[in-house]
T-cell receptor, first 112, second 114 residues
Framework: GESVGLHLPTLSVQEGDNSIINCAYS??????FIWYKQESGKGPQFIID?????DKRQGQRVTVLLNKTVKHLSLQIAATQPGDSAVYFC???????????FGKGTRLSVIA | DVKVTQSSRYLVKRTGEKVFLECVQD?????MFWYRQDPGLGLRLIYF???????EKGDIPEGYSVSREKKERFSLILESASTNQTSMYLC?????????????FGPGTRLTVL
C-alpha cells in the first residue's frame, strides 16, 4: 500500500476477482481508519471507516480489516468491476474530530 | 445531493502572482479543509477552518493563507505563487456531528505555476 517517492503502487486485478488493497498506518493511538476512492478527474469519495476497537467491518461489496498488532489495514473488494478502477487512499484519524492523515494511495486497475 | 464546488478546474499562473482558489459548500457545514495532492505523496493538509473567521494550520501551511468570511466559502490564497506550488488542490467538508471521517470533496483545481 505505501509508496516511496513519486511512484504509486499499482494493483491489477481481473474483472470478477477479489481485490485486496493494503495500507500500513503510522500512529498506534489513532482511533479511526478510513478508506477513500478517487476516480480519474474527481475528488476522493468516502468508502468505509472502522474504529480501533473493531477488527473487521463490512459494507456493500467491501470489507475492511484492521490488524493493530502490526498497524495494518486492508480493503477487500469482492467481485471487482471495471468501475472499481481508481486510486484508493487509506487515512487515519486520531480521535474522530482531528484532521485525517492520508496514505500515499494505491492504483487499482481492473482488467476486463 | 451534497455539493462542494471549486471555482476552477484548471489554472495557469506565473511565478510571483497572487492566486485565489475558491471553494463553496452548500451543506451548511462548519468545517472546511484545503489539501494539496501530489503523485506518490497522497493528500496533505494545508489549512482547515472549523467556523467563520477561524482557521488552523495543517501540515504544510508555508506559502499559503486562507480566508473564511462566510460559512459556505473557504478561500485558499497563494500570496506569491512559486513553481513548487504546482499541484492539484482539493477542498473538502465533513458533515457536522464532530467526526471528520467522511469528507465531501470538490473536484479539485489543477494549478500550474510557470
Amino acid at each position: 500500500g505505501e509508496s516511496v517517492g513519486l511512484h504509486l503502487p499499482t494493483l491489477s486485478v481481473q474483472e470478477g476477482d477479489n481485490s485486496i488493497i493494503n495500507c500500513a498506518y503510522s500512529n498506534s493511538a489513532s482511533d479511526y481508519f478510513i478508506w477513500y476512492k478517487q476516480e480519474s478527474g474527481k475528488g476522493p469519495q468516502f468508502i468505509i471507516d472502522i474504529r480501533s476497537n473493531m477488527d473487521k467491518r463490512q459494507g456493500q461489496r467491501v470489507t475492511v480489516l484492521l490488524n493493530k498488532t502490526v498497524k495494518h489495514l486492508s480493503l477487500q473488494i469482492a467481485a471487482t468491476q471495471p468501475g472499481d478502477s481508481a486510486v484508493y487512499f487509506c487515512a487515519e484519524n486520531y480521535s474522530g474530530n482531528t484532521p485525517l492523515v492520508f496514505g500515499k494511495g494505491t492504483r487499482l486497475s481492473v482488467i476486463a | 445531493d451534497v455539493k462542494v464546488t471549486q471555482s476552477s478546474r484548471y489554472l495557469v499562473k506565473r511565478t510571483g502572482e497572487k492566486v485565489f482558489l475558491e471553494c463553496v459548500q452548500d451543506m451548511d457545514h462548519e468545517n472546511m479543509f484545503w489539501y494539496r495532492q501530489d503523485p506518490g505523496l497522497g493528500l496533505r493538509l494545508i489549512y482547515f477552518s472549523y467556523d467563520v473567521k477561524m482557521k488552523e494550520k495543517g501540515d504544510i501551511p508555508e506559502g499559503y493563507s486562507v480566508s473564511r468570511e462566510k460559512k459556505e466559502r473557504f478561500s485558499l490564497i497563494l500570496e506569491s505563487a512559486s513553481t513548487n506550488q504546482t499541484s492539484m488542490y482539493l477542498c473538502a467538508s465533513p458533515p457536522g456531528g464532530g467526526s471528520y471521517n467522511e469528507q465531501f470533496f470538490g473536484p479539485g483545481t489543477r494549478l500550474t505555476v510557470l
